[in-house]
């Protein structure tokens, strides 16, 4: 039942037509997604002593004199977390990534006690608020103010994140500087902090996932690259958008969450890339958690257990939904890929399956973060349980760790598709190399014949040579304007005929005698033996005419 509201959901996405997060394309025109920068690891999570500092940058332990810090919203991540100087936050580009959104747009969705979900309508606006400069004021005063007693947990969906927004929740949240800069710079992470047992703590998970631009998407690029396009450059990019044969692209999305637990209420805050590209808007995700309510499998799940981390776990089945079409897609286009290597044999085709392979490898990566990210989640037990009663917490472990599992089941799967294609995508490349060789190998025989007719013309040559080359020798003696062959002239042909047939003979004797390979005798027979080789041959040559006596053996 929960599956299929949710792809219910997904289908509503196409007829939403405010939903589209490229609705707003500066210029009015569809692009691509940019590349997803090269995440750095290292300053993913709180546990890095060194939050955004790296050792090819000079920085001292004892500065001269330390600025004042604001105290309010404004002097956030300072006012909250000291160790944040201002050259730290200048690297991490917290801050200055979100000066170009000069409002953001928020939207709210409450759970409470008794599971049900519902929209508070907050400062009179909704469940939607719009947060310029000139309601900033307002919106503090919304974070601040107490909460219904009835609240189980209230979302936060933020798109376009600006920067007093971010203060402002960081500061009332006390959210570690970490979810931000790891949001704002793709970096997948997942971290717990702020444990205190029986009362609360802090988990945030940053997770890239691969979504799906359909062609007939409203917000798909306009010239899709074909099969076999010369490239432009010969770099791989797996962090950048792949475009398919249909017209479809793959891109990888965002999905970064930071939940707060706590006894009395809990609060998830989602982030969101900026809205001026094709990926998850708060808005769509909003109205997917609304059909959560809606569905009874997890209406149930939420009848039988208070842990507000179930509302998490739904969360993460969206990219799940969207790594699985995205499948679908990948399928499609493999086949494709080998059918055209099947008909044509074109070799130029090898890149296109050595790209696909490289996102492919990439991908993994991802679903492995995508599976830890699920286990961590399961593994990371709500602290503010434990002061329920034991049977109630014990129940809802035991429902955390079945409802993970079938999720995790799901990434396995996944998994193991892809897999299947990297496979097959081996398999083509094997069948176009080997085309390739067998190609080669038919063209090498043509030549190796060619130079074995060439050779054998050669070799009739050298013989015709070898016998005229006597005569040859010896014509040209006998003319020479010497006196030992000119005075008196007593040279006849008989004599010239002599001496050249017996060089010429002993010419040829001497060319088989020395040769290791020849029919005239034995293969690899000692020299001793090939000296006496006309001997040999007149024997062999008499052996063979001779007359066989008529035995009965020889009649039988």
């Not at 929960?2 to 405010?18: G, M, N, P, Q």
């Not at 992470?189 to 205190?196: C, G, K, N, W």
């Not at 176009?432 to 025989?445: E, G, H, Y």
Request: a negative charge; proline letters at 6%.
């Amino acid at each position: 039942m929960a599956i299929k509201t949710l792809v219910a959901a997904f289908r509503v996405r196409h007829d939403d037509s405010e939903d589209i997060a490229l609705q707003n394309l500066k210029d009015g025109k569809t692009a691509m997604p940019p590349a997803v920068p090269a995440p750095p690891y290292r300053h993913a999570a709180p546990s890095g002593p060194w939050p955004w500092m790296d050792f090819n940058i000079e920085f001292t332990t004892c500065p001269e004199s330390t600025p004042a810090i604001d105290p309010s919203w404004r002097g956030y991540p300072q006012n909250q977390f000291g160790n944040w100087t201002p050259d730290q936050v200048g690297r991490s580009k917290m801050l200055e990534k979100c000066l170009g959104n000069t409002s953001s747009t928020i939207y709210w969705m409450d759970v409470r006690d008794d599971g049900s979900f519902g929209c508070p309508d907050l400062g009179r606006n909704g469940d939607t608020m719009v947060v310029g400069i000139e309601h900033e004021d307002g919106f503090w005063d919304i974070l601040r103010e107490e909460r219904a007693e009835n609240i189980r947990v209230r979302s936060i969906f933020v798109d376009d994140l600006s920067s007093p927004v971010l203060r402002m929740l960081g500061t009332t949240y006390n959210i570690e500087p970490f979810f931000f800069t790891s949001s704002i710079n793709w970096i997948p992470s997942r971290y717990q902090e702020a444990l205190v047992h029986k009362k609360g703590d802090h988990i945030t998970i940053t997770l890239p996932f691969v979504r799906t631009l359909r062609k007939n998407s409203r917000s798909a690029p306009t010239s899709p690259t074909p099969l076999s396009q010369p490239p432009t450059d010969n770099q791989i990019n797996t962090q950048a958008a792949f475009p398919m044969s249909d017209g479809s692209t793959l891109f990888i999305d965002l999905l970064a969450i930071h939940m707060v637990r706590d006894v009395k209420t809990s609060t998830i805050i989602s982030y969101h890339p900026e809205s001026t590209w094709c990926r998850t808007s708060a808005k769509r995700l909003h109205s997917l958690m609304q059909l959560v309510g809606d569905s009874v499998y997890w209406q149930k799940i939420f009848d039988r257990s208070k842990d507000p981390t179930f509302l998490f776990l739904a969360i993460l089945w969206y990219p799940l939904y969207a790594w699985d079409e995205s499948f679908e897609l990948l399928y499609t286009h493999v086949s494709e890929l080998e059918s055209k290597v099947l008909q044509t044999n074109n070799t130029e085709l090898t890149r296109d399956l050595h790209v696909l392979q490289a996102h492919l490898l990439h991908y993994q990566s991802l679903l492995h973060n995508f599976k830890v990210s699920v286990q961590f989640i399961a593994k990371t037990h709500n602290p503010a349980m434990e002061s329920s009663d034991i049977y109630e917490l014990h129940e809802s472990k035991e429902l955390m760790k079945t409802e993970s599992e079938n999720l995790i089941s799901e990434i396995d799967r996944l998994e193991k598709r892809r897999a299947i294609l990297t496979n097959r995508l081996k398999n083509v490349m094997d069948l176009a190399f080997a085309t390739v060789n067998l190609i080669d190998s038919k063209l090498t025989r043509r030549l190796t014949e060619a130079t074995v007719r060439d050779s054998a013309a050669m070799k009739q040559i050298s013989y015709l040579t070898m016998v005229f080359l006597p005569a040859t020798f010896l014509a040209s003696v006998f003319g020479m304007n010497v006196e030992e062959f000119s005075s008196g002239g007593y040279q006849t042909l008989a004599h010239y005929l002599e001496v050249t047939l017996s060089l010429t003979l002993f010419t040829i004797y001497v060319v088989i005698t020395l040769q290791a390979q020849s029919s005239f005798h034995a293969p690899d027979a000692p020299f001793l033996q090939r000296t006496v080789w006309p001997v040999l041959t007149l024997w062999k040559i008499v052996y063979m005419y001779k007359p066989k006596d008529k035995t009965v053996k020889n009649i039988v």
